[in-house]
């Protein structure tokens, strides 16, 4: 089992998750670069950490298991690990019920249990720990009317020949879900922007109360493109934020790990598992739809600081000290990026003051 799950998720950061063919390299290109927008924006605060990325043109991508938000990035199963009532569900308790039927038979038989009725019994209970005692207590109403020698030896055979190997199976199913709910918390590494510069909720949050500043990328021409930054578009997502996350049901993976199927040959059920599991990295809970968050999605082997040299402008908050300002000011004029300033109107409202152009300067 683990040496299945770790093959697959080697190659989980290569699965592409806008619907095109990776075989249809041209087609996929044209269109990330028609989807990407015109510009994003990146909030720093005036620290050491924040100067260094903006003068040095790099943008910082972190694993997400160094988030403050543990629940960031952490893929939602629910609390079963097959949902009940799927047909998944049901392959799975068939399997097992075959599989312990084929291998005991006739010790079960001689405790009174049959095929069908262990088919039925794992059916009703959802394969999980706090369910088999509920399993346990279906049986037992089977063997009521035993002598009470009878009952104890019937129940103690089935803990050893049903119960016993289940939680063998639990055991091995919670690894694979702890390992899918944490799939991108230390396998890939996420740089978070956004498609404005006038949001106050990031100002508050993640410019220091306006006194920080705000980076501008503005996306290069068709013909400028070099392959480095088309990958980076590729790599590019808008974030989807939703009131209630859908559960990923797992049982498909499982089938495959009692089947011994090989990795080469997981059934597509498998990989959709997956690919599912892939895409909640770029979803998060409606009260942070306010962010309207872009994730470029990177494998873990990529450095931290990735090299983002699209910078056009540079937006100052209006709290900024007047150090901070002249420093990013002058990286302005070596770079040739225009520069704004933040202004507070006496009614609270703000706007953007262009105090320096440098794009333009000879």
């Not at 308790?93 to 079960?108: D, V």
Request: contains cysteine; positive net charge; hydrophobic residues 35%.
């Amino acid at each position: 089992m683990e040496h299945y799950f770790k093959k697959t998720l080697k190659n989980l950061v290569d699965i592409r998750v806008i619907g095109i063919t990776k075989n249809n390299a041209s087609q996929r290109r044209l269109f990330k670069y028609d989807m990407y927008p015109e510009r994003l924006y990146k909030y720093r605060s005036c620290d050491e950490k924040g100067f260094d990325a903006f003068e040095k043109d790099y943008v910082y991508s972190p694993l997400p298991s160094a988030y403050e938000d543990k629940q960031d990035s952490k893929v939602f199963l629910g609390g079963d690990y097959c949902h009940k009532g799927t047909n998944e569900t049901t392959k799975v308790c068939k399997i097992i019920a075959k599989k312990l039927w084929r291998e005991h038979a006739k010790q079960l038989k001689s405790i009174g249990a049959d095929k069908k009725w262990l088919i039925n019994a794992l059916s009703n209970n959802v394969i999980e720990s706090y369910s088999i005692g509920k399993l346990q207590s279906d049986f037992e109403a089977t063997v009521v009317r035993r002598s009470k020698k009878e009952k104890k030896a019937a129940m103690a055979q089935f803990k050893k020949l049903v119960v016993d190997p289940i939680m063998v199976f639990i055991r091995d199913a919670e690894v694979v879900f702890s390992k899918i709910a944490h799939i991108h918390r230390n396998n890939v590494k996420v740089c978070c922007l956004t498609d404005s510069y006038d949001y106050m909720h990031l100002w508050e949050n993640y410019a220091d109360g306006y006194s920080g500043f705000v980076v501008e990328y503005t996306k290069p021409e068709r013909k400028q493109i070099d392959s480095k930054a088309m990958n980076l578009m590729l790599e590019t997502f808008p974030v989807e934020y939703f009131k209630k996350r859908q559960k990923i049901d797992i049982s498909p993976i499982l089938v495959d790990i009692i089947n011994n199927r090989p990795v080469k040959k997981a059934r597509k059920k498998s990989k959709a598992v997956l690919v599912d599991a892939q895409r909640q990295i770029l979803q998060k809970r409606l009260e942070f739809e306010v962010e309207k968050e872009w994730r470029i999605i990177l494998n873990d082997k990529e450095d931290s600081k990735l090299n983002f040299p699209y910078a056009t402008a540079v937006y100052c908050g209006y709290n900024i000290k007047e150090n901070d300002f002249e420093r990013i000011r002058r990286v302005c004029s070596s770079k040739g990026l225009t520069l704004f300033r933040q202004r507070l109107e006496n009614d609270g409202t703000f706007y953007y003051e262009r105090v320096y152009d440098y794009s333009s300067s000879e």
